[in-house]
C-alpha cells in the first residue's frame, strides 16, 4: 500500500523550532519528488515547498512566506522527508502535509497530516 | 506569483445537478492544472492533472476542460459522495499555487 506518515507535529512558541517528519511506503521514495503542503484552520491549502530527487541534485523551491526559515530535506536510505521549521510565527499554525510531487503532475499521494500550532 | 482565482466559493447543489466550478489564472499555464477535492478532517485527493489526466479510480461523471487561464470542473450528475471543497491547482511555474476553494454544499 502506498502510504506517507508525517510525525513531530506539536505546539511550539513564537519564535521556536520544530521538525516534522514524514516516512513513506509502498513506493519508490528515492525517484519521486517530494513537497510540503499546509493548511490553517478553516482556510484553503498552501503550497510549502519542494524537494527533487538526487538526479536533480535535491534542488528546493519555497513558498515566499517560508523562504527562509523552512528546510526540506530527505534522507532516501530510510525513506523519510522532513520539514524543519525555524522562526516560526502564528502564522504558521497549520496542518502539514507531505505529499507526493514531480514536474507538471499533481499531488496524487498525501499524508494523514501533522498539526503544527504556533502560540505562547 | 501566478494567482487562481475559482468562483463560485460556494456553490449550493442537489443530488443530480450538474455542477461546474471555473479556476481563472493570472497568467497562462497551457495545461498545467490540477483539481483536487477535499472533504472535512480528511486530506486532499486529486481528481486529475495537466487538465485532463483523471486519476484511477475517479468516476467518469468529472470532466475538466480548458487551457491557458481559464479552466473548468464539472460533474455531470452530482452524487451524495462529491459534497466536498474543490481546489484548483498551477504546476506551471513556481512557487505552486492554490485556488481559494468551492464548497458544494447540499441544497
Redesign the interface.
Known sequence: EVQLVESGGGLVQPGGSLRLSCTASGFTFSDSYM?W?RQAPGK????VG?IRKKDNSYTT????SVKGRFTILRDDSKDSLYLQMSSLETEDTAVY?CVTGGP?????V????SLVTVSS | DIQLTQSPSFLPASVGDRVTITCRASQGISSYLAWYQQKPGKAPKLLMYAASTLQIGVPSRFSVSGSGTEFTLTVSSLQPEDFATYYCQQLNSYPLTFGGGTKVEIK
Open positions: 513537497d503542503v484553503g491549502l498552501e503550497w519542494r523551491e519555497y513558498a515566499a502535509y507538471h503532475r499533481g499531488h496524487d498525501w499524508g494523514q497530516g
